[in-house]
């Protein structure tokens, strides 16, 4: 599990986001007194740990996108393997970023 960060690739993310975001949204309200919780964190005190409701895989393009454009340091998203076998986006996603981990294990007898 890694992800490989690229600022120019998560620039390029961002305009494509921008892009996506203006024809899908009307707005996207964001709660400033916590973002600047957020960038207030001191690293000294643990690591911090953001858990989107995953109700659509928009929640955490929404989440890096806001990130970015406040300043703060995009996170590390934890994303399904699934996205492994998409051309480019699994490149495009970890260069961002995202980690790939495996949703079920079961157990074979």
């Not at 996506?20 to 709660?31: A, G, H, M, N, P």
């Not at 806001?66 to 986006?89: Q, R, T, W």
Request: contains cysteine; positive net charge; charged residues 25%.
């Amino acid at each position: 599990m890694f992800s490989d960060y690229s600022m120019n690739s998560i620039r390029m993310f961002a305009w494509f986001l921008t892009k996506l975001f203006k024809s899908i949204y009307e707005r996207v309200v964001v709660d400033k007194d916590a973002i600047a919780k957020i960038k207030a964190h001191d690293e000294n005190q643990g690591p911090l740990i953001i858990i989107p409701t995953h109700r659509s895989y928009i929640d955490f393009l929404i989440m890096s996108y806001v990130f970015f454009g406040y300043g703060v340091k995009c996170p590390h998203i934890a994303a399904a393997e699934d996205f492994l076998g998409m051309a480019f986006v699994h490149i495009l996603l970890r260069k961002s970023g995202a980690f790939f981990i495996k949703r079920n294990q079961k157990k074979y007898k």
